[in-house]
């Protein structure tokens, strides 16, 4: 299998790239979180790879990131994912956003990425629960149950990812739930 590329990035059409290894192009399709990343058309790059090989196709996969690579092999585990569904999901959230989702089994994150509907959304958040690894941890659990009853609460009161996410920034460490959300409302009042 191939694991890792090391080599020249010689073309960037998102999402595919041509890296130019010891005179041998490979055509790697990445997620828009890992395009976004890419040094300079000529320079060196480094890319953890996926490789599927099909009746029809042999296809390269490419992320800059363990837990990229991680995650896009755990959704093309789940029945109905195939990589290009996988790439779609990582192109619209970024792996802790999804590992937030799941964990707070939220489906209408994942049902705003193209070709994500309702009955996918739901699928997904039920196979991934709690296989996303401590390397994934959302945010969330990281902060302690407190901050994550406050970032849920407003979340349901109508704010954004990041508005909610720039309040917590700003709460004190150890700050319980209720007086949490009084200081988080007052935050964003401003």
Do not use: W
Request: charged share 20%.
């Amino acid at each position: 299998m191939i694991g890792r590329l090391t080599g020249t990035l010689a073309e960037k059409n998102p999402p595919q790239l041509l890296v130019d290894v010891n005179g041998v192009g490979y055509e790697v399709d990445v997620p828009m979180s890992t395009f976004y990343n890419l040094p300079a058309l000529g320079e060196r790059i480094v890319l953890l790879t996926h490789f599927v090989v099909r009746e029809d196709a042999q296809l390269l996969y490419g992320f800059l990131t363990h837990e990229e690579r991680g995650a896009f092999r755990q959704l093309v585990k789940i029945s109905g994912v195939g990589p290009r569904t996988a790439l779609a999901i990582l192109s619209g959230l970024s792996v802790a956003e999804l590992a937030q989702a799941v964990s707070l089994q939220e489906s209408g994150r994942l049902v705003k990425v193209p070709g994500i509907g309702k009955k996918t959304a739901e699928r997904l958040l039920l196979e991934l629960k709690g296989k996303l690894g401590d390397a994934l941890a959302a945010p969330a659990a990281q902060h302690g149950d407190a901050q994550a009853d406050i970032l849920q609460a407003l979340l349901a009161l109508g704010y954004n990812d990041r508005e909610a996410a720039a309040a917590l920034k700003a709460l004190p460490a150890e700050v319980g739930v209720s007086e949490g959300i009084k200081l988080a409302l007052k935050a964003l009042a401003r």
